[in-house]
């Protein structure tokens, strides 16, 4: 079982392109997140996902759209990266059923905006 | 606003107690969690607090005061191996998380 992963681990890209960042989840959570952390802030809510099918707006959506087709996949795609966007995106997933209903991390992808 | 605070960097010795303080404002309460990161990995899961009071797992434990919005992670016999970042995150009304700057611990031999 490998619970979450992510992909690519990293990556440098040109201001401008378009960059989808994978994530895949195989322990049927329901609720599912994408983080970013840059240095001497907390993690940063970008986009969640309750249950598939539905997708809301995080602290700092900007810039960043989401899916989510089926239970175990969460795209996160940059349409036209900045340089600001340069950061550590982290994905997360939790069963969603309220309680202490705890978020489990993807090892993260370090992307570049040049 | 909502605002977490807790230390920037603290350093302790190996074998010794270590506090880390979290001190949180939020629109409103739903639990607080703790999450231990290692340079350049994701945060893994130490510990939850949504009722006042200490909660031990081994050799961390993790106390709440919600009157005061404050807790505090306790590390003891430090080991090498805790040397990390400390993440303090509170579940705001809405039920999502919001996360402090963490706490960067240095263990010394």
């Known amino acids: 079982i490998a619970g979450i992963t992510q992909a690519p681990t990293s990556q440098i890209l040109a201001a401008g392109r378009r960059m989808t960042l994978r994530c895949t989840q195989d322990m049927r959570h329901n609720a599912m997140y994408w983080y970013r952390q840059d240095l001497g802030l907390g993690l940063r809510l970008i986009h969640y996902?309750?249950?598939?099918?539905?997708?809301g707006k995080g602290e700092v959506p900007d810039g960043y759209s989401v899916s989510r087709a089926n239970t175990d996949d969460f795209p996160l795609t940059l349409a036209s990266a900045v340089p600001s966007q340069t950061s550590v995106y982290f994905c997360a997933s939790s069963d969603g059923t309220g309680g202490t209903d705890t978020q489990y991390f993807g090892p993260g992808t370090r992307l570049t905006v040049l | 606003g909502q605002n977490i605070d807790q230390p920037t960097e603290m350093t302790a010795t190996e074998g010794a107690i270590v506090q880390i303080n979290c001190t949180y404002q939020?629109?409103?309460?739903?639990?607080l969690f703790w999450y231990q990161q290692h340079a350049g990995e994701a945060p893994t899961f130490l510990s939850y607090?949504?009722l006042d009071g200490l909660e031990e797992k081994g050799r961390f434990s993790s106390f709440l005061s919600r009157s005061k919005g404050y807790s505090y992670l306790l590390l003891k016999e430090l080991q090498m191996k805790d040397s990390a970042s400390y993440l303090c995150?509170?579940?705001?009304?809405?039920?999502?998380?919001?996360w402090g700057a963490g706490t960067k611990l240095i263990i010394k031999p």
């Open positions: 995150a509170v579940k705001d009304s809405n039920y999502q998380l919001i």
């Open positions: 939020t629109s409103g309460f739903n639990g």
């Open positions: 607090n949504v």
């Open positions: 996902s309750n249950t598939a099918g539905t997708t």
